[in-house]
């Protein structure tokens, strides 16, 4: 399974895999009833989730909404520390997650806008580094996963900053690598030589222990916020989440 995973991750294009993935979880999640485990994004249990990535993670993906271990954390931030649930919000969520987005569209407090240059999941097609709305638009910007892809993250950071409204805020997260700066060379095109460098084949930067400082020099605020690292041992054990991740909130800089 973990062969087969890491194989269908790395050459399956991902606006395809985005629409066949949900279909085939179905059937795998009848293999791993249980109670072990629960997500909180969409609340059912298994004995444990499935195995996801390059090189698969044990209990990782949740094979009714696909949630990760990032995704699961994410949920409980939001519920637990902000009013995005509750507050009237305008959203844009560039690169929208599938287990979120049927979620947030059923939210009547929210004003929810999906955008992506690529995705078929998303409402609106668009370039992050040439956002195609007004200054001062949104109070929330959801972006996970993007800047290592983008030619330019501190443009696309500035662009987020720039729609932000005065008191918004948002969550741009990214793989982060245990590296005192982030590597980066655009000299590097080739496929296989991008993996080996970046950890992943349309990877153009990895990111190290500077990615929220770097992300300032955009213009937008940048805090680190150790959200897990206040979570009970078996809460953390039941969600399956990342022990370490960092959530990278962003504000109106």
């Not at 729609?163 to 296989?192: M, R």
Request: charge should be neutral; charged fraction near 30%.
């Amino acid at each position: 399974m973990k062969n087969i995973i890491s194989f269908v991750i790395r050459y399956i294009p991902r606006p395809f895999l985005q629409r066949v993935s949900p279909i085939a979880m179905k059937f795998l999640a009848l293999t791993n009833k249980g109670s072990d485990v629960t997500c909180p994004v969409c609340d059912h249990q298994y004995k444990k989730f499935l195995p996801y990535g390059r090189i698969a993670r044990e209990n990782a993906l949740c094979p009714n909404c696909l949630s990760l271990e990032r995704h699961r954390l994410m949920w409980l931030f939001l519920k637990e520390k902000t009013n995005f649930f509750t507050g009237k919000l305008k959203v844009l969520h560039i690169a929208p997650e599938h287990c979120f987005i049927k979620r947030f569209e059923a939210l009547e407090n929210l004003d929810y806008v999906t955008a992506d240059l690529e995705s078929p999941l998303a409402k609106v097609k668009m370039d992050v580094h040439e956002i195609p709305f007004e200054e001062d638009t949104f109070d929330v910007v959801f972006c996970n996963h993007v800047m290592e892809h983008v030619e330019d993250d501190l443009k696309a950071c500035s662009e987020i900053n720039r729609v932000l409204k005065a008191n918004g805020w948002g969550i741009i997260q990214s793989p982060v690598y245990p590296l005192e700066h982030t590597l980066e060379d655009s000299s590097v095109t080739e496929p296989a030589e991008r993996e080996r460098i970046f950890g992943q084949r349309d990877h153009v930067r990895k990111y190290g222990n500077d990615y929220a400082e770097r992300l300032r020099k955009s213009g937008i605020g940048m805090e680190e916020n150790k959200f897990v690292k206040n979570l009970p041992a078996d809460k953390i054990k039941k969600y399956a989440l990342p022990p370490n991740e960092i959530i990278f909130v962003c504000s109106k800089g």
